[in-house]
């Protein structure tokens, strides 16, 4: 088996925002915006500010914003400075009171499963808060995983290359016989790279076919990938 172990980022990987409850959180300021809508616009946005010049110049907490300002707008919503600014103020204190990324992939579960019946170590290197680690277990995906490292814990987030040296030493894997795979380029292939891993990239809108790197919808489709040793 050539990838004993396999990073995974967690959101847009494994879990997404609740559109769903953002949708009821806009509702009282008179925006009705439908989930499928948001769902759509969340994978634009996450292709916005997938740039080299836009993950140097900000942290993953600023991110934050810029990630729901250009979903909304994608959406259609209101671009006005004052409206724009209560519609993330109420997306923040929405988020602070119960993390929005509370929705996993149809497909995980089922994935995950997949993975580890291969034999995989699976550990998640994701740029968190804090709190990846009890989202998961809210989710109940917590227990497929050897190892969770969350950037806020560690103090350093990708793309530096640290954040993957602890979790190889942590995990007591190899680079060379570890996968990494994420959904933005620039934080994670980027970084993953810089580290001595390989890096799939996970495009669920087909946005990306200009990176240099092996792309799958989703992660049935790494599986399968892996079922026939590839990459």
Same mark, same amino acid.
């Given at each position: 088996?050539?990838?004993?172990?396999?990073?995974?980022?967690?959101?847009?990987?494994?879990?997404?925002?609740?559109?769903?409850?953002?949708?009821?959180?806009?509702?009282?300021?008179?925006?009705?915006?439908?989930?499928?809508?948001?769902?759509?616009?969340?994978?634009?946005?996450?292709?916005?500010?997938?740039?080299?010049?836009?993950?140097?110049?900000?942290?993953?907490?600023?991110?934050?914003?810029?990630?729901?300002?250009?979903?909304?707008?994608?959406?259609?919503?209101?671009?006005?400075?004052?409206?724009?600014?209560?519609?993330?103020?109420?997306?923040?204190?929405?988020?602070?009171?119960?993390?929005?990324?509370?929705?996993?992939?149809?497909?995980?579960?089922?994935?995950?499963?997949? !993975?580890?019946?291969?034999? %995989?170590?699976?550990? #998640?290197?994701?740029?968190?808060?804090?709190?990846? +680690?009890?989202? =998961? $277990? /809210?989710?109940?995906?917590?227990?497929?995983?050897? !190892?969770?490292?969350?950037? %806020?814990?560690?103090? #350093?987030?990708?793309?530096?290359?640290?954040?993957? +040296?602890?979790? =190889? $030493? /942590?995990?007591?894997?190899?680079?060379?016989?570890? !996968?990494?795979?994420?959904?933005?380029?620039?934080?994670?292939?980027?970084?993953?790279?810089?580290?001595?891993?390989?890096?799939?990239?996970?495009?669920?809108?087909?946005?990306?076919?200009?990176?240099?790197?092996?792309?799958?919808?989703?992660?049935?489709?790494?599986?399968?990938?892996?079922?026939?040793?590839?990459?």
């Amino acid at each position: 088996m050539k990838w004993r172990t396999i990073f995974l980022d967690a959101g847009g990987v494994l879990v997404h925002p609740d559109w769903v409850r953002v949708s009821n959180a806009l509702a009282p300021l008179g925006l009705r915006l439908d989930p499928a809508t948001l769902t759509t616009a969340e994978l634009k946005a996450v292709r916005d500010l997938d740039s080299e010049d836009c993950i140097s110049s900000t942290n993953d907490s600023s991110r934050w914003a810029l990630f729901f300002h250009r979903t909304l707008v994608h959406a259609g919503a209101p671009v006005t400075e004052a409206f724009l600014t209560e519609l993330l103020d109420e997306l923040r204190r929405t988020h602070e009171r119960d993390n929005l990324w509370a929705a996993v992939f149809e497909e995980v579960p089922r994935a995950l499963a997949r !993975l580890r019946a291969r034999g %995989h170590k699976l550990v #998640v290197v994701s740029n968190s808060n804090g709190t990846v +680690r009890a989202k =998961l $277990e /809210r989710v109940g995906l917590a227990g497929q995983f050897d !190892l969770v490292i969350d950037s %806020h814990e560690e103090r #350093v987030e990708k793309p530096d290359p640290e954040i993957f +040296r602890i979790a =190889l $030493e /942590r995990s007591g894997s190899d680079a060379e016989t570890t !996968l990494h795979v994420g959904d933005i380029y620039h934080v994670d292939v980027v970084g993953a790279r810089a580290a001595g891993l390989q890096a799939i990239l996970v495009d669920r809108g087909d946005l990306h076919d200009d990176r240099d790197c092996v792309r799958v919808a989703d992660l049935t489709e790494l599986a399968d990938l892996l079922d026939r040793d590839l990459p």
